[in-house]
Structure formats: structure tokens, C-alpha cells
């Protein structure tokens, strides 16, 4: 099946520690995207990568680090700095490159991080 | 990006045409408009998008107005696994981040009842 995965759904941390989500897809998008939805909001766009060994800084990236190493993965680390982690956390993927930038992004089902 | 404005909760009865308001009076002219669903707990799931003509889709119909200032997404025959929250986004037609952004709003919380 081609499509985006994100392991784990669930996710328990404590307090401190440094967390690692994984997001996979096997799509050949060349864009990713991480998002956060904290309860009852919109989504909001923490870091986003065009291409390998390239990302940028959305609307919320303090507390937040990222790699592109490879074309099908873009995994997310929440430090100690993020003082809310707990939350709803998005990846996303879609082609780029194109003039309109109108191409669709497409989510995976998203990991629900807890901190305690 | 434009802002959206939808209701914040809507009914419709199961196997009825369920029809989604949307305003973004403020929306440019190289701008799209993207329609998101999000059933609980999941992730955002992509309907359909359009610039200025109706479009359709296996899921939906979008139906523009002429001034771009609103639209409506339709859902034929709405059924119970439609119940979830519709998102209504305009997105900028620019090269690179800004225009690939999302910008989700409140969106509409539909409830499909039997």
C-alpha cells in the first residue's frame, strides 16, 4: 500500500526526555511536513522539508529539531524545550516543485505524545 | 493566506445532500481553495480543491462563486462515516513555503444523524 505512516500512535513520556516520532512514506513526495494539533484547534505548521538535507522553520518550531537524511523520512524530535509537548502530532507529504505551489498534501494518521 | 470563515457545527440526516458554507471574502486571485475532513483521531483526510471553476470529485462537488468570496462543498449523500470536522482552506498559489503552508481554521463539526 503506498501511503504515509507514523509509528507510534500512542506515545508516553515523561517529563525531560527528549522524544523521537517517526513519519515514513513511500509516495516519492518530495515535501514533508510536521504539524500539531492541540484539542479542539487547527493544525499548525512546525517544520517542513522541500527536499534531503533540507527544512525549514514554520509557525512553531521552538522545541523542535528534525532530519531529512533520506527522501522517505522525516522524523520529528521534541526536546526538553517544548514546555507543552503533550499533544496531537501530524506528518504530511506532497509533491513540490511546482510553479502553482498548489500541490496536495496528504497526512499520515498521526501520533497523540503524552508527557508526564 | 485568505481567512475562512465556516459554522461552527452543522446536522444532516443520512442519505441527504449535505451542503458546507464557506466565506473567504478576502482571498486573492492566485489563491486555491482546499477542502480537509478530519474524522477523530485521525488525520486530516484531502476532499477536493478548486480556483474558480466547480469541480467534482468521487467524494464531493466544490461549487465557487463567481467572486471567489465563498463556496460550499457538497457532500451528495451524506452517510454516518462522513460525521467528522470540514476544514475549509484557501491556499497561496506562490513558489515555495508560503504558498504550500496549510493554514487550518475551526472548521465545521458535522454530525450525521440516521
Known amino acids: 500500500d503506498g501511503g504515509i505512516t507514523q509509528s507510534p500512535k500512542y506515545l508516553f513520556r515523561k517529563e525531560g526526555q527528549n522524544v523521537t516520532l517517526s513519519c515514513e512514506q513511500n509516495l516519492n513526495h518530495d515535501a514533508m511536513y510536521w504539524y500539531r494539533q492541540d484539542p479542539g484547534q487547527g493544525l499548525r505548521l512546525i517544520y517542513y522539508?522541500?527536499?534531503?538535507?533540507?527544512?525549514q522553520k514554520g509557525d512553531i518550531a521552538e522545541g523542535y529539531s528534525v532530519s531529512r537524511e533520506k527522501k522517505e523520512s522525516f522524523p520529528l524530535t521534541v526536546t526538553s524545550a517544548q514546555k507543552n509537548p503533550t499533544a496531537f502530532y501530524l506528518c504530511?507529504?506532497?509533491?513540490?516543485?511546482?510553479?502553482?505551489?498548489?500541490?496536495?498534501?496528504?497526512f499520515g494518521p498521526g501520533t497523540r505524545l503524552t508527557v508526564l | 493566506d485568505a481567512k475562512t470563515t465556516q459554522p461552527t457545527s452543522m446536522d444532516c440526516a443520512e442519505g441527504r445532500a449535505a451542503n458546507l458554507p464557506c466565506n473567504h471574502s478576502?482571498?486573492?486571485?492566485?489563491?486555491?481553495v482546499y477542502w480537509y475532513r478530519q474524522i477523530h483521531s485521525q488525520g486530516p483526510q484531502y476532499i477536493i480543491h478548486?480556483?474558480?471553476n466547480n469541480e467534482t470529485n468521487e467524494m464531493a462537488s466544490l461549487i465557487i462563486t463567481e467572486d471567489r468570496k465563498s463556496s460550499t462543498l457538497i457532500l451528495p449523500h451524506a452517510t454516518l462515516r462522513d460525521t467528522a470536522v470540514y476544514y475549509c482552506?484557501?491556499?497561496?498559489?506562490?513558489?515555495?513555503?508560503?504558498?504550500?503552508?496549510?493554514?487550518f481554521g475551526g472548521g465545521t463539526r458535522v454530525l450525521v444523524k440516521p
Open positions: 478576502t482571498i486573492s486571485g492566485n489563491e486555491y
Open positions: 478548486g480556483l474558480k
Open positions: 482552506i484557501v491556499r497561496g498559489g506562490l513558489r515555495g513555503a508560503a504558498g504550500n503552508k496549510l493554514t
Open positions: 522539508s522541500q527536499i534531503v538535507n533540507d527544512f
Open positions: 504530511a507529504s506532497s509533491i513540490w516543485g511546482r510553479a502553482s505551489g498548489t500541490d496536495t498534501q496528504y
